[in-house]
């Protein structure tokens, strides 16, 4: 043993500055009392990037460049969203109106009508009217006299044309001595004889040119008559076109007269007066039903007056109504509409045909074709969460493809799954220009862009909304600002400058870096929320520093049953942590649980046994699946280190395995992998490692030590369990020096360290760790390329050259045998 | 007379085939609000028919025109036998729709002259035959010049207008060869007479309006046309009128 490794070389790593635990805000540096004294901040900052994405989405016009948001939630991206966009919106023109109306040659496909603002309404109440007064002025004019003598003159000509025949043919028969006689099946013809029909036994006693005669007289007039009978239904059906066409001619001239008035009400709108003609054209041709509707409501109604009919509500009459799909009301907001749907449903999403059962069967028509948030939003923005329209099955798909055709299309779900087959309509597709808006995370976005080809063709924009801004004065006082606002708008006090900087100091803590302030004010709201909840009841105007931070431990304590509960354990030696001593082969390494919003750290014993082998590395939690891959890659790492850190001459003879002890969760992540690889040096070196220390960090291959998440838990929950066992002065908390610019600590720690009674040290490379944690020099390879014998790398260097040794033994040994046998 | 909902009227419908019988139904369903109380139904089969019906010496044309082999002797009995049930199905919907009583007989028979035999215990007598159209015709009464006591009139112009067709009157004291004609040009739903008052009051009458106007007559007084036949027991006698 050198004098050097004599020494105690972990006092050569000297603990990390208190200053540097917890850089927390000073409120003599914001410069005012309370934020009632700051000018409010609207909007958000440190965002400018996505605020310029999202202004350019709602600038661009083509139809491609819709919008992805992404960003964690409570960073205020839906709220800015609908901020920027709701007065963007109001700048724009308001969009068309759209409706469907009936289309007569075709009743499955309906007709869709663009109609100017607020036309849409004015035109379905003007069919109703139209319908409400033909009801009327056609039942009264087919019970006018003129319709009904006009009606009768060509009925009883025709009647008459029929009846003539029948009669001439009737005088001839007569004038042959032929008998009509009516059967069942119709009508017979039979020869008279001196008054009397002629029988069968008769007939035979004739001579046989009577016999003929009446034969052919029999078989003529039987032609005769089936010729005039067959002209009956051909005179009808001319009787009818006859009625039919005083019919046109009547009513056409009552529907041209009312339907005059509605053109003249939608004057130079070339579609309503398309549509009106076609109305025209139908109702002439079936006047009849206003005639059967107004009597079976005059039946039904008894006494009541023809003027409170509305026949528009009769079912019969809804060929004639225009269901509205998008229209503006008199109180509706100006501009262009920014529409969200918070349940993005196929349904809900493009619209949906209802149907309706009807004797057993369902049926539908162009009335029950509902409007969705895509017709709603037509012309303007529409607002949908990423994550529940991808939840929502076939929405995303279609959504996919309205944007491509640029047109709105019904189909429901079973239609797209061919699942019912029922009658159904094809609407007319309505052309779409709208822009659609999706706030997802970011994972969500980088799912869209590696599986769905088309995802970047049709969201060509995104605007990733920051987590954190560079904390700075400047950002600081601008946060003062936000938080202000925020309180106010809120109605909550005002927040002094001491609580300002606590809760600066809180978002340090979320941001995980102590140069930096989180964005997520969703949090930070939560917290002035509460913390004014407790500034009333102190009787406070304003939020002061304790408020915050007794926020801060109420929310803590709510959440930290299981922690307790895993600290209890530990130190009632359930679960096994030494934070005295030293032992072999076993360091405390740290872990973050993390339950919904809230993480803690906890220690967890690592140990690691290691003997004669063939290089052989075993990962105890992966064997059994409770290790994740980032874990498995952390300890292959390991394998990797000790292979070519020591014994570079003779075969890597090795058989360890390490085992996080007394768990029975999950392990995952690399950011043990440091605490694993000094517990397999302190194995294969035998020198005890110190239990004081808890250890985290990742390492690669070349020994340096790598940053890792949870800094500030790992280093918490360890301080936590020394504190409850009592702290010695000699414990502490090993991190890769690269997470020093992350630590924002409780202050209470701070306190301890400041003290003397707790340390955290920061190491770059596993060779300042084993110095911190063996007390001894770890080594260098000197001129001869060997490492001091009595060095931590020296003696983990010979055990390892003994195992390859013995190994060479163990296989001159076992050749003989071999050949013997 | 023709005053709709009094009085306890009996009336006969009589026809020789389901579709004359239908006719008169639809005329008979339209006549249910005239004090009708009792209806009954006769169905006449006139089985000289079956003397007539030979390949050389007769015809038979549907009334869609279309030229038919004569049926067998069996084969009319189960035509007969069809029409019969068909008819008395409808007569008794109609009664059980209207709350009226009714009875139905089928009988062999001249399905004029039998028939107004059979009537003399009824009110009125509405004779089936099977109009030349589906549209609706006139009703035509051949009635007093002055509108008379008769109700014939009244009747007829009742009648239209529950038809929503046209009424035309006929003088009574025309020659029985002009109405003959007249009606024989007519397009008709109906023709009401009135067998005590009017000029047609014999079965041989009867049945040349009856082939003259094509469409079911309906017989006023029909108690007073000369009988040949008696009512079966099946046929219930006119009320007590005390």
Request: with cysteine; hydrophobic share 40%; glycine share 10%.
């Amino acid at each position: 043993m050198t004098d050097s490794a004599q020494t105690d070389p972990a006092n050569r790593i000297e603990p990390i500055a208190t200053d540097r635990l917890r850089q927390a805000c000073d409120p003599a540096s914001l410069g005012f009392a309370t934020t009632a004294e700051l000018e409010p901040l609207e909007g958000l900052i440190g965002q400018d990037r996505a605020m310029e994405a999202i202004g350019l989405a709602a600038g661009m016009r083509a139809a491609d460049f819709n919008l992805f948001v992404q960003g964690p939630p409570g960073t205020g991206r839906r709220a800015s969203v609908d901020t920027f966009l709701s007065s963007h919106a109001a700048s724009l023109p308001e969009p068309d109106d759209w409706a469907y109306v009936n289309n007569f040659d075709a009743p499955h496909r309906p007709r869709a009508l663009r109609l100017p603002p607020g036309v849409a309404r004015r035109l379905k109440d003007e069919m109703e009217d139209v319908v409400d007064d033909l009801a009327i002025d056609i039942a009264a004019l087919f019970e006018s006299d003129d319709y009904q003598a006009a009606n009768r003159t060509i009925n009883e000509e025709f009647g008459e044309q029929q009846e003539h025949a029948m009669s001439e043919f009737g005088d001839k028969a007569k004038a042959e001595n032929v008998a009509l006689m009516r059967t069942p099946m119709g009508i017979m013809l039979a020869a008279i004889k001196d008054g009397e029909v002629v029988k069968t036994d008769r007939f035979e006693t004739l001579p046989e040119a009577e016999q003929k005669e009446i034969e052919e007289k029999i078989g003529r007039l039987q032609s005769e008559l089936s010729e005039i009978l067959r002209n009956a239904p051909k005179l009808d059906r001319e009787r009818r076109r006859r009625i039919e066409a005083l019919n046109a001619e009547m009513v056409g001239e009552v529907v041209s007269s009312r339907l005059r008035e509605a053109r003249d009400a939608f004057a130079g709108l070339d579609p309503v007066q398309e549509y009106l003609a076609t109305v025209e054209e139908d109702m002439t041709g079936n006047a009849e039903m206003f005639l059967a509707v107004m009597q079976q409501q005059q039946q039904a109604d008894g006494p009541f007056p023809e003027s409170v009919h509305k026949a528009h509500g009769n079912p019969m009459f809804q060929r004639y109504m225009v269901n509205v799909m998008v229209t503006r009301g008199e109180d509706d907001a100006r501009g262009a509409p920014l529409e969200t749907e918070d349940l993005p449903t196929l349904d809900r999403l493009t619209g949906r045909i209802e149907h309706a059962q009807q004797m057993g069967a369902l049926i539908t028509n162009f009335m029950m074709i509902k409007p969705g948030a895509l017709h709603r939003a037509n012309g303007g923005f529409l607002v949908l969460d990423a994550r529940r329209l991808l939840s929502e099955p076939m929405a995303w798909p279609a959504l996919k493809q309205c944007l491509q055709s640029e047109s709105i299309t019904i189909t429901s779900m079973g239609e797209r799954l061919s699942l019912v087959s029922t009658t159904s309509l094809e609407p007319d597709p309505i052309p779409m220009n709208l822009r659609v808006v999706l706030i997802g995370d970011r994972m969500l976005y980088a799912l869209l862009v590696t599986l769905d080809p088309d995802f970047g063709d049709l969201f060509k924009l995104q605007a990733d909304f920051e987590e954190s801004i560079e904390r700075s004065d400047e950002s600081q006082a601008l946060f003062a600002r936000v938080l202000g606002e925020r309180a106010k708008r809120d109605g909550l006090r005002p927040v002094s400058a001491g609580g300002v900087a606590r809760l600066l100091d809180e978002a340090v803590r979320l941001a995980e870096d102590a140069s930096k302030l989180s964005l997520h004010l969703g949090a930070l709201g939560d917290l002035l929320r509460e913390a004014d909840h407790y500034a009333e009841q102190s009787r406070r105007d304003t939020i002061e520093a304790e408020d915050v931070e007794r926020t801060v431990r109420q929310a803590d304590r709510r959440a930290s049953r299981i922690k307790d509960r895993m600290r209890e354990m530990v130190t009632r030696k359930t679960i096994l942590i030494d934070t005295e001593g030293a032992q072999v082969g076993q360091v405390n390494g740290l872990s973050v649980i993390g339950l919904g919003g809230y993480r803690f750290g906890r220690p967890a014993r690592i140990t690691a046994r290691t003997r004669m082998g063939s290089g052989k590395l075993i990962d105890i939690e992966r064997e059994v699946e409770l290790g994740g891959p980032l874990h498995s890659k952390g300890v292959l790492i390991l394998s990797g280190y000790l292979s070519s850190t020591y014994a570079l001459d003779v075969p890597f003879s090795l058989q360890a395995s390490l085992v996080f002890e007394q768990s029975y969760g999950g392990v995952d992540g690399d950011s043990a992998s440091a605490a694993e690889l000094f517990a397999l040096i302190s194995s294969l070196s035998g020198l005890p490692l110190d239990q004081g220390f808890g250890v985290t960090g990742s390492v690669n291959q070349n020994g340096e030590v790598q940053a890792i998440g949870g800094v500030n838990e790992k280093i918490e929950g360890f301080f936590e369990t020394c504190a409850d066992r009592g702290l010695t002065g000699r414990q502490g908390v090993i991190i890769p020096a690269a997470n020093v610019d992350h630590l924002m600590l409780r202050q209470d720690v701070v306190d301890a360290v400041r003290d003397g009674k707790f340390r955290v040290i920061a190491i770059r490379s596993i060779d300042e760790g084993l110095a911190v944690l063996t007390g001894r020099d770890p080594g260098a390879r000197g001129e001869d390329g060997a490492y001091p014998a009595d060095s931590v790398n020296g003696l983990a260097e010979a055990r390892l050259r003994g195992f390859a040794e013995q190994r060479l033994k163990f296989a001159q040994s076992a050749k003989p045998a071999e050949q013997g046998g | 007379m023709a005053a709709q909902g009094t009085g306890h009227r009996r009336i006969l419908v009589g026809a020789g085939s389901f579709a004359d019988a239908r006719a008169a139904l639809a005329i008979l369903d339209r006549l249910a609000g005239f004090g009708i109380s009792d209806i009954g139904g006769l169905f006449l089969e006139d089985r000289g028919m079956m003397e007539a019906a030979a390949p050389r010496m007769s015809a038979l044309v549907s009334p869609r025109g279309a030229i038919r082999g004569m049926p067998s002797r069996q084969g009319l009995r189960l035509m007969w036998q069809s029409d019969a049930r068909a008819f008395r199905e409808q007569l008794m919907q109609l009664a059980a729709r209207r709350r009226l009583r009714w009875s139905f007989e089928r009988l062999p028979g001249d399905p004029v002259a039998d028939l107004c035999g059979a009537a003399q215990s009824w009110d009125w007598l509405l004779i089936g035959h099977l109009t030349s159209s589906r549209h609706t015709g006139k009703v035509v009464g051949v009635a007093h010049e002055d509108g008379g006591p008769d109700g014939v009139a009244d009747l007829a112009g009742a009648l239209a207008r529950s038809l929503r067709s046209g009424a035309e009157l006929i003088p009574d004291t025309t020659p029985e060869v002009d109405i003959l004609s007249r009606l024989g040009r007519l397009h008709a739903a109906a023709v009401v007479i009135d067998a005590a008052t009017g000029p047609f009051r014999s079965p041989a009458q009867i049945r040349a309006l009856l082939g003259a106007a094509r469409c079911p007559v309906l017989v006023l007084g029909a108690g007073r046309l000369p009988g040949l036949v008696e009512h079966s027991t099946q046929i219930p006698n006119p009320p007590d009128p005390g």
